[in-house]
T-cell receptor, first 114, second 112 residues
Framework: GAGVSQSPSNKVTEKGKDVELRCDPISGHTALYWYRQSLGQGLEFLIYFQGNSAPDKSGLPSDRFSAERTGGSVSTLTIQRTQQEDSAVYLC????????????FGSGTQLSVL | AQSVTQLGSHVSVSEGALVLLRCNYSSSVPPYLFWYVQYPNQGLQLLLKYTSAATLVKGINGFEAEFKKSETSFHLTKPSAHMSDAAEYFCAVRSPGYALNFGKGTSLLVTP
């Protein structure tokens, strides 16, 4: 597609359930990033991928969060045993290279944990 | 780690008035600095960037920003606000780990 695509756009889940969020980057972009946007907290960096590798996972809030990227393309962010504080908009971005100056963002997944 | 601070979570201006959104950065090395805009229900879009070339950077939609090393600032300005400028604006700095570190954002309201 022409831009970064995220699915689902909205997800409502019950506390304790697992969720998977998907990101399709722009074709040919080697770098992919996940951010979390909470009300009043701005954008919090979670993790980035260079190809299929994630050199820095220190931004993940807890061990309930994990992410993978396959084929240098699609990425999945998984949250296990969701908690109410996980409610936020999860944004994905991609760039042509890791050193590229501009990131292209998707519209995000709004996650609500009841 | 590098970081940015945006002064003012909400800014309100009248249509036609000057827009000034403040951003200060903290960095131990020369930074790359960015302003992104997020319109309602849309993803973030790059407004402009500073990458150690000209200190006055011009972006889209009439916005510009000036890098001032002595003040560690990168404030965003536009001479005359339009109603369509109402959005959330984020200042960001590139960290050594190549991930952008964003400020908490400033919501711009433009009144008739």
């Amino acid at each position: 597609g022409a831009g970064v695509s995220q699915s689902p756009s909205n997800k409502v889940t019950e506390k304790g359930k697992d969720v998977e969020l998907r990101c399709d980057p722009i074709s040919g972009h080697t770098a992919l990033y996940w951010y979390r946007q909470s009300l009043g907290q701005g954008l919090e960096f979670l993790i980035y991928f260079q190809g299929n590798s994630a050199p820095d996972k220190s931004g993940l809030p807890s061990d309930r969060f994990s992410a993978e990227r396959t084929g240098g393309s699609v990425s999945t962010l998984t949250i296990q045993r969701t908690q109410q504080e996980d409610s936020a908009v999860y944004l994905c971005a991609s760039s042509l290279f890791l050193e590229s100056e501009e990131l292209f963002f998707g519209s995000g997944t709004q996650l609500s944990v009841l | 780690a590098q970081s940015v601070t945006q002064l003012g979570s909400h800014v309100s201006v009248s249509e036609g008035a000057l827009v000034l959104l403040r951003c200060n950065y903290s960095s131990s090395v020369p930074p790359y600095l960015f302003w992104y805009v997020q319109y309602p229900n849309q993803g973030l879009q790059l407004l402009l960037k500073y990458t150690s070339a000209a200190t006055l950077v011009k972006g889209i939609n009439g916005f510009e920003a000036e890098f001032k090393k002595s003040e560690t600032s990168f404030h965003l300005t536009k001479p005359s606000a339009h109603m369509s400028d109402a959005a959330e604006y984020f200042c960001a700095v590139r960290s050594p780990g190549y991930a952008l570190n964003f400020g908490k954002g400033t919501s711009l309201l433009v009144t008739p």
